[in-house]
C-alpha cells in the first residue's frame, strides 16, 4: 500500500448494486458511497475496481457466517481481491441497511455520515488497512477522521473523546 495524502487520485470505478428494497429510502446512497471513495483515494496510490453491494441484514449475516465464522449480521464487509489474477478487481464491499440504520438511532448520527464512513472504512480494507492492533487501529481510524472532514462530514471519532 503506497500512502499519498496530499496527491489528488483518481478514484477507482465504483459498481454500486442494489440487493435490498430498503436502501430506497436512501436516494442519495450511492452518490455517498461514491464521494467517500473518491476522497479515499487521496490517501493511496490505487486504481481499479472496486464492486458495492447494498444488502440487508440477512444477506450480510449469511456472508459473515460463511466467509468470517460469525453468524450475525454486521454493518460493513470488505473482499479484497487476490493479488493473483484479479485483473484491475480492488475487491467487494457489502454494506447492510437494518445494521447501519440500528447504529444511526443508537449513536445519533445521520445515515449518509455513517454510511460514508462505512464505505471509506471499507475501502481501506480492500486496499491493505486494517485494525486487528491498537497501532493499526489507530492509523486507520485516522485516515477516515480525514476522509470524513473531506466530506464536511463530521469525525466519526469525535463522540468517543466526548464520552458519548
Known amino acids: 500500500m503506497t500512502q499519498a495524502a496530499s496527491r489528488p487520485a483518481a478514484a477507482p470505478a465504483v459498481d454500486v448494486r442494489v440487493e435490498s428494497p430498503l ?8 452518490e455517498t458511497i461514491r464521494a467517500a471513495i473518491a476522497q479515499a483515494t487521496a490517501f493511496a496510490d490505487v486504481d481499479g475496481e472496486i464492486s458495492v453491494l447494498l444488502t440487508d441484514d440477512a444477506e450480510i449475516a449469511r456472508l459473515n457466517r460463511d466467509w468470517r465464522g460469525m453468524d450475525k449480521p454486521t454493518n460493513v464487509l ?6 493473483t ?4 478487481l480492488l475487491g467487494d464491499i457489502v454494506l ?25 472504512h471499507g475501502f481501506l480494507h480492500l486496499i491493505g488497512y ?11 481510524e485516522g485516515l477516515e477522521s480525514q476522509i ?9 471519532y469525535d463522540a468517543r473523546e466526548r464520552g458519548c
Not at 489474477?85 to 484491475?88: K, N, R, T, V, Y
Open 23 to 30: 436502501w430506497q429510502t436512501q436516494p442519495q446512497a450511492e
Open 130 to 140: 486494517d485494525h486487528q492492533t491498537d497501532s493499526q487501529a489507530d492509523e486507520m
Open 85 to 88: 489474477g484479479a485483473g484491475d
Open 148 to 156: 470524513m472532514l473531506r466530506l464536511n462530514m463530521p469525525d466519526p
Open 96 to 120: 447492510a441497511y437494518e445494521t447501519l440504520a440500528r447504529e444511526c438511532a443508537a449513536e445519533d448520527r445521520l445515515f449518509l455520515h455513517h454510511l460514508a464512513h462505512l464505505a471509506a
Open 78 to 83: 470488505s473482499f479484497p481481491a487476490p493479488e
